[in-house]
């Protein structure tokens, strides 16, 4: 059965630390793996990840994929008070989209 | 947890035929739900927002006739793509904010659409 699994499911840090949130997955036919920041109601593209290795990076959050394990990181570092939101997961299979039930970050002041 | 359904999972159809897609919350209400698209490696596309008991508010962009959304009850939107070609071939996915204060989005498995 395809299926994503993110965690923690819940992380809370102070601002300035740096975070690292985790996707696991198994899927039929892997084509890509998605982070998403979701805040209100549409969740903000972050990272596409298609190839083992390769980090993408953008200011303080970066996501590498490891295709032979099957998971993913998103790292936040000095971490702010506006990158409290959920972190969303997604994996495109060739039929099939499937999400994680999301890290819920909290950065406090 | 919560659960959103998506019906069909899998549609195939003629160019200029419509189509109807449900999203479903099946252990919650959702006074409010979304529904996306999403092309093969690219990002999810905020459509528009469904309202139980008023009009759904579309993004720019989006053809409010061309894709036509009810919000019948406090567990069923659907989504009708009208006169479908095929560039509307695509995945649509809808979701549904659950009624912690946390609002945590709940995403339906989506509906992959191919118009011949």
């Known amino acids: 059965e395809d299926k994503v699994v993110q965690s923690p499911l819940s992380l809370v840090v102070h601002e300035g630390d740096t975070v690292t949130l985790n996707c696991s997955y198994e899927?039929?036919?892997?084509?890509?793996l998605l982070w998403y920041k979701q805040e209100k109601k549409a969740p903000t593209f972050l990272f596409m990840l298609?190839?083992?290795?390769i980090e993408k990076k953008s200011g303080r959050l970066s996501s590498i994929l490891d295709k032979k394990e099957l998971f993913s990181i998103l790292n936040i570092t000095a971490t702010q008070t506006g990158d409290s939101a959920i972190y969303l997961c997604?994996?495109?299979?060739?039929?099939?989209?499937?999400f994680g039930q999301g890290t819920r970050l909290t950065i406090n002041p | 947890g919560a659960v959103v359904s998506q019906h069909p999972s899998w549609v195939i159809c003629k160019s200029g035929t419509s189509v109807k897609i449900e999203c479903r919350s099946l252990?919650?209400?959702?006074?409010?739900m979304f529904w996306y698209r999403q092309f093969p490696k690219q990002s999810l596309m905020l459509m528009a927002t469904?309202?139980?008991?008023?009009?759904?508010?579309?993004e720019q962009g989006v053809e409010k006739d061309k894709f036509l959304i009810n919000h019948a009850s406090l567990t069923l939107s659907t989504l009708t793509v009208t006169s479908a070609h095929p560039e509307d071939s695509s995945f649509y996915i809808c979701?549904?904010?659950?009624?912690?204060?946390?609002?945590?989005?709940?995403f339906g498995p989506g509906t992959r659409l191919t118009v011949l």
């Open positions: 469904s309202n139980e008991g008023s009009k759904a508010t579309y």
């Open positions: 899927v039929t036919n892997f084509r890509s």
């Open positions: 997604q994996i495109q299979g060739a039929q099939k989209l499937v």
């Open positions: 979701s549904a904010p659950g009624m912690s204060a946390v609002k945590t989005q709940y």
């Open positions: 298609t190839s083992s290795g």
């Open positions: 252990d919650f209400q959702a006074t409010t």
